[in-house]
């Protein structure tokens, strides 16, 4: 079941700049600011910004044709908004979501009520639908936009109390709004999602919803019911969704998702005995779901850009950035090797 040297071996390989003490200190200071608003205003002040316009993030086109998050210094970020027509505190309405290697703190800030095409215009990028923007980012920053987006999206549908009904104030970094009337605190929230990539060792299962874009498929994923483990919730999950009783569950990793309001999403590889492979898919939850063999993910894996419409139709899989993408790439792996021993 779940391999707890696996994680050990993943937290070990981390980035080389996850230096003991840089690496520690960086926490402990993101940690502060979150406990001191008097130091997170001040860490705002030398910090940096990246804008959303209704929850869509700032993108620059660098000269290589990539694109990277439009991140703001925050020293000449409050002239540019007060410019635009902002109210002198909306620069302190940033939410805290980390600390550069450099330890300059950063921030994020949605500034829907100011004209979008003007603040295009004087940062020079353009805001970018979050689901397109994970296609066009290929450096590292992706999952930092993502946690951007999902607390924005948290506070602005946190702004009341759900027991008194009355406002919520938020500490200066954004880590948690309280109730003035109750003292209830907040917390930003992600619902816990297993994702699970089944294989029967030769094939692996893929399924697709309605509402994917054609010829998307992705590995089986599902909420956690209050209570379940998460054996629990993969066995469920793939016995309602396909029909089938998985034997070996592996970890694999997690990710934070922020579609389409914020998961956790533990990620796991699951094997199933080839005689009992037979699907029954239940249509209301999944259009689709098949079988794949190694040709036929190869070849999936080899289309980098969803196909636009007229396109000849092609199956394709989920951004180099999703958890469902990092499975399938770890079974083709898994599958190479096996065929390279022979
Ligand atoms: N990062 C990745 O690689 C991938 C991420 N995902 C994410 O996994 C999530 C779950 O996958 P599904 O197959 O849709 O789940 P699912 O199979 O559990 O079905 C979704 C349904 O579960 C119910 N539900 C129960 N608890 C819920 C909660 N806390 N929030 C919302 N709905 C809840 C709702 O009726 C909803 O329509 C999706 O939202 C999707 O964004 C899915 C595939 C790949
Ligand atoms: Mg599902």
């Known amino acids: 079941m779940l391999n707890p040297l696996r994680v050990l071996v993943s937290v070990r390989t981390g980035p080389p700049s996850r230096c003991c003490s840089s690496f520690v200190s960086r926490m402990r200071f993101i940690s502060r600011l979150k406990e001191d608003d008097e130091a997170c205003a001040a860490a705002l002040q030398n910090g940096s910004v990246l804008l959303f316009h209704k929850l869509e993030p700032l993108l620059h086109r660098t000269k290589t044709g990539t694109f990277r998050p439009g991140s703001q210094p925050s020293?000449?970020?409050?002239?540019?908004?007060?410019?635009?027509?902002?109210?002198?505190?909306?620069?302190?309405?940033?939410?805290?979501?980390?600390?550069?290697?450099?330890n300059q703190a950063q921030f994020c800030l949605d500034v829907g009520g100011l004209d979008r095409v003007a603040i295009e215009d004087v940062c020079r990028g353009k805001f970018v639908d979050l689901r397109k923007s994970f296609f066009l980012l290929t450096g590292p920053e992706a999952p930092l936009v993502a946690?951007?987006?999902?607390l924005l999206r948290w506070h602005q549908t946190h702004g009341f109390c759900s027991a008194t009904g009355q406002p919520t104030q938020r500490n200066r970094a954004g880590s948690q709004r309280v109730c003035g009337s109750s003292g209830i605190v907040y917390y930003p929230q992600m619902s816990p999602v297993v994702i699970v990539l089944v294989s029967d060792g030769k094939r692996c299962l893929l399924g697709r919803q309605s509402s994917f874009p054609p010829g998307l498929y992705s590995a089986l994923a599902g909420f956690c019911d209050m209570g379940e483990t998460v054996e629990e919730t993969l066995s469920r999950e793939v016995a309602e969704e396909v029909g089938l009783e998985v034997e070996?569950?592996?970890y694999s990793s997690s990710q934070h998702w922020p579609f389409p309001h914020s998961s956790f999403m533990i990620g796991c590889h699951a094997s199933i005995s080839p005689a009992h492979t037979e699907l029954t898919?239940?249509?209301?939850?999944?259009?689709?779901?098949?079988?794949?063999?190694?040709?036929?993910?190869s070849s999936a894996l080899q289309v980098k850009t969803p196909p636009r419409r007229g396109d000849p139709p092609v199956t394709w899989l989920p951004p180099s950035h999703a958890l469902a993408h990092r499975l399938i790439t770890e079974w083709v792996e898994l599958q190479r090797s096996g065929e390279a021993g022979k």
């Open 75 to 102: 020293s000449g970020l409050q002239s540019v908004l007060e410019r635009l027509g902002a109210d002198r505190s909306l620069l302190m309405e940033s939410v805290l979501i980390g600390c550069s290697e450099q």
């Open 147 to 150: 946690k951007a987006q999902a």
């Open 248 to 250: 070996g569950v592996s």
């Open 281 to 297: 898919v239940d249509r209301s939850e999944l259009e689709d779901a098949r079988w794949f063999t190694l040709e036929e993910i």
